[in-house]
Structure formats: structure tokens, C-alpha cells
């Protein structure tokens, strides 16, 4: 039990710290280099995407960790999932008007998971002085996209920025 709150605590603050997270300490120098896709790829990938923050906005957490895809649950659990998306949630407050800010087809993201086909769709919101960009890393599976992992940062601005 206690191994769990340490991973759990780890992954929280490494979500709350904005730092990148990769499955494997290896080398990513032989990595495919990610391509936009083509229009139908894309919309495709914004629905199943916009379909997973829909179930984070709505605290549909265990729902996500149901439809996850294997490169996830090969690296992690239900209880390090499900609460680093309840700690991320309460604690940066995101507005649900997200914008597509990009989009990075790749069969390989990091070298610690195996060849597939996967995405990370971006997106961005802006509330006041603070501006959040909401990565979803999803898997083909079975023929659906499948969410292998989420990542946030929110900025705020103070002043003037030059």
C-alpha cells in the first residue's frame, strides 16, 4: 500500500510540476518523427479525444482507465491513473472551451512501447491571465482510439509579457 501512495504522490507531483513524462529512460534519438495527418485522420482523432476530456471534465475517471489502451495499462494502474486525473482536475481547473492547437501521428512515441499507430492531439484554453495546454496520447486498438495518456500545463501571465 504504501509503494502505491509513493507512485501516486510521484506522478502528482510530476503532473503538478509540468515535467515530461516518458515510459522508458531510453535514447528517443530512433523515434519516427511525428506528420499532422490527413484531414479525416484528424477529425477522427479530435472526437475520440474530445470524447476522453469529456469524461475528465465530468469526473468520468474509471470510464477513461475502462477504455484505456495497453501501452497505459502496461505502465501503470487504476489507482495512479484515476487519481492523477482527479488531483490535475481539481487543481488546475480547466475551461472546457478547447481549442485543436495540433495534431502528431507516430507509430512509435516513446521507445518504451511497442510499434502501433498513435496520437497526441493538443489542445488550448484560455481563462483570464492563464492559458492550459491539454495533451491526449491515444492508441489504435481493436480499431478505436484507445487513451494511453494525458498531460497538462497551465501558465499564467502577470503584467505584460514582451
Known sequence: MRNR?????SLFL???CGCTVSFSPQPQADLPEPTAGSPPQQAE???AAREYLSMID????????ERSGSALRDTTNRFVWTNMLKATSRSLGIDADRQVDGFG???QPDAGVPVGEYVLVQFKSKSGNAT????VVM?????AWKIV???ITKRAVFGTET
Do not use: C, M, N, P
Open 149 to 151: 495518456g494525458y498531460f
Open 45 to 47: 482523432a479530435e472526437a
Open 14 to 16: 510530476l503532473v503538478l
Open 105 to 107: 501521428f507516430t507509430t
Open 132 to 135: 492550459a495546454t491539454e495533451k
Open 5 to 9: 501512495w509513493i507512485t501516486a504522490l
Open 139 to 143: 492508441q489504435r486498438e481493436q480499431g
Open 58 to 65: 465530468s469526473a468520468a475517471y474509471d470510464e477513461t482507465w
